[in-house]
Structure formats: C-alpha cells, structure tokens
Nanobody
Framework: QVQLVESGGGLVQAGDSLTLSCTPSARTFSTLDMGWFRQAPGKEREFVAAIRRISGTTHYAESMEGRSTISTDNAKNTLLLQMSNLKPEDTAVYYC???????????????????WGQGTQVTVSS
C-alpha cells in the first residue's frame, strides 16, 4: 500500500505561481507513474498532469499546457507540480495519484491509478 501526502496548496491571486508537492510513503518512488488531478466544486475530477517512468515522458491537460511543469525530485522522493499564471478557474482540490510504472499508454483517467492522496486546496482569487 502506498500512501501519498500532498502539500503546497493555498490562497493566491490570479497571475501568481504555486508549487505542489507529493511524497509517497513507500520506498518505491522510482517505480511509480505519478499524476495530478483536480476537482473543482460541483465538477468531476479532471486530469492535470502525469509523468510516466518507463517512457520518461510528461503529459499535461490542455488547460495547463504551458502553465505547469510536473517533475520529480528523486533525492527527496517527491513529485512536484509547478504552476504559473494561475487563474480563478484553477481553483480546486488537487490530488496526487500513483500506479506501478506501466507500459500502458493511457495516463489521464482516474481508473488508471491505484493510489490517491487526500488532496490539497488551491484557491485563486481574481
């Protein structure tokens, strides 16, 4: 069982930047594909970004392309999501997700991931 702990959320103004962090409990960080999802009030959870270990590729939702960077700090066993030029519509609870690294090409569906964090709130004021 892998537990994921997110941090870094908060209240920011439109145009600001914010970095979210996610740390898995297990010593298997390098064996995990990882991703970020978000859920705004009254909306379904949606994909934000993912990083796939085997291919070494990163992927982004269209809404976050160019405004976010997903990366790993392997020394600290931490997943990062750097977001810039934040907009009020980015307000949501952001969730970290993980699965054992896979050759599967799909990465942007909730069902693809086995482990989930509790979420961290990001609020962007206009």
């Amino acid at each position: 069982q892998v537990q994921l702990v997110e941090s870094g959320g908060g209240l920011v103004q439109a145009g600001d930047s914010l970095t979210l962090s996610c740390t898995p409990s297990a010593r298997t960080f390098s064996t995990l594909d990882m991703g970020w999802f978000r859920q705004a009030p009254g909306k379904e959870r949606e994909f934000v970004a993912a990083i796939r270990r085997i291919s070494g590729t990163t992927h982004y939702a269209e809404s976050m392309e160019g405004r976010s960077t997903i990366s790993t700090d392997n020394a600290k066993n931490t997943l990062l999501l750097q977001m810039s030029n934040l907009k009020p519509e980015d307000t949501a609870v952001y969730y970290c997700a993980a699965r054992p690294k896979s050759f599967r090409s799909s990465y942007n569906r909730e069902a693809e991931y086995n482990y989930w964090g509790q979420g961290t709130q990001v609020t962007v004021s206009s």
